[in-house]
């Protein structure tokens, strides 16, 4: 069965390090999105991403923030000068087909990040 | 107002009990419903979509009520497998936005 995968599982990093979270989204998926959530939080929407272009983002999603899909595979979640806040487990989801879907979002087990 | 709002519980009922969570959304140009579900530090997972006619998949019963903006989800016959975090989801302008709830916790005792 398809699946979204997403790398690195965990990552530790320095207060003001920037890290790159990186995803391989469902291959006939058409829309892509971030989530965060911080331990025992909700799971906080980020950004979706269409047609190679940013299409909705939340106020959590600013400047420190950027996505990419730089080839046809991966889509990646920038964090520039991480926050000690900024810990949390990073989802990547994929959906859409260009035959519909069902709008199900199909998540990656995620990323965890710890700043320190 | 919060763009989802569910009841976080816990819910701790016995097995076998029947237990029902509720989950209203403020915006009436929401278009899709879902439940999704997710277990301690994992990835959500998709448990049922909701339908306008309301619909069912063995023990779990969804329904949606626009004119109130809100959606249930019925468990019948509660396992000890059920205890989880059920996630209200909706969406706006189909697959742009899709907006959690912050869950609901079920607990189900021995």
């Known amino acids: 069965e398809p699946e979204v995968t997403q790398t690195p599982s965990h990552q530790v990093t320095q207060m003001g390090q920037e890290v790159i979270l990186r995803c391989v989204p469902i291959?006939?998926?058409?829309?892509f999105y971030w989530y965060r959530q911080i331990l025992g939080q909700k799971v906080e929407f980020l950004v979706s991403?269409?047609?190679?272009?940013?299409?909705?983002k939340s106020e959590i999603f600013d400047d420190q923030f950027s996505v990419e899909r730089p080839d046809g595979s991966n889509f990646t979640l920038k964090i520039r000068s991480t926050k000690l806040e900024d810990s949390a487990m990073y989802f990547c989801a994929s959906s859409g087909t260009l035959t519909g879907g069902t709008g199900e979002l199909f998540f990656g087990e995620g990323s965890r990040l710890t700043v320190l | 107002r919060k763009e989802v709002e569910q009841d976080p519980g816990p819910f701790n009922v016995p097995e076998g009990a029947t237990v029902a969570f509720n989950c209203t959304y403020s915006n009436s140009a929401s278009q899709s419903f879902f439940w999704y579900r997710q277990d301690c530090r994992k990835e959500p997972k998709l448990l049922m979509s909701?339908?306008?006619s309301g619909n069912e998949d063995g023990r779990f019963t969804a329904q949606l009520n626009r004119a109130s903006q809100y959606i249930s989800l019925l468990i019948r016959d509660s396992k000890l497998s059920d205890s989880a975090t059920y996630l209200c989801?909706?969406?706006?302008?189909?697959?742009?936005?899709?907006?959690f709830g912050i869950g609901t916790k079920l607990q189900v005792i021995p």
């Open positions: 291959s006939n998926h058409l829309y």
């Open positions: 909701v339908y306008s």
């Open positions: 991403f269409y047609n190679n272009e940013i299409s909705e």
């Open positions: 989801v909706v969406t706006v302008g189909g697959y742009q936005k899709v907006t």
